[in-house]
């Protein structure tokens, strides 16, 4: 029997994760050198498992929501911001936090910036099924 998407439940609310790294901007990333993009990716990696390994995250295969607070020192436009988190949610998408970043997949519910002293990225995953 299909669901419809007005049926879709939550199967697991709390799956939140907390990175102390820096949200770049898209332009900043833009005129990175490939390898220090690949780098970037990289670190992303190593705190996306450090973190799913501390909370006990399990990696999923079904759709999943995101809201995405990032704390940064100075406010960017919209666009930088998503752009920026390109690599992120790259990483994530490696690690199994999600599984896939294309629509299909991936629901990204809200991106939200917070003006704070300490870089931190805050990520909240709802699996759907």
Not at 23 to 38: E, G
Not at 61 to 75: D, G, H, P, Q, S
Not at 103 to 119: G, H, N, R, S, T
Request: proline fraction near 3%; hydrophobic fraction near 35%.
């Amino acid at each position: 029997m299909m669901k419809s998407k007005k049926e879709k439940k939550p199967l697991n609310f709390g799956d939140t994760i907390e990175i102390d790294h820096r949200v770049f901007s898209r332009n900043m990333i833009d005129r990175m050198h490939w390898s220090k993009k690949q780098r970037l990716k990289g670190q992303y990696r190593i705190l996306v498992r450090n973190q799913m390994r501390l909370h006990k995250i399990k990696p999923t295969e079904e759709k999943c929501e995101l809201r995405i607070n990032c704390y940064v020192k100075r406010l960017m436009d919209y666009d930088n911001v998503v752009g920026g988190l390109k690599q992120f949610i790259d990483a994530m998408c490696t690690e199994n936090f999600i599984h896939d970043d294309s629509p299909k997949w991936l629901d990204l519910v809200e991106i939200k910036q917070i003006k704070a002293p300490d870089f931190k990225i805050v990520v909240e995953r709802v699996v759907c099924d």
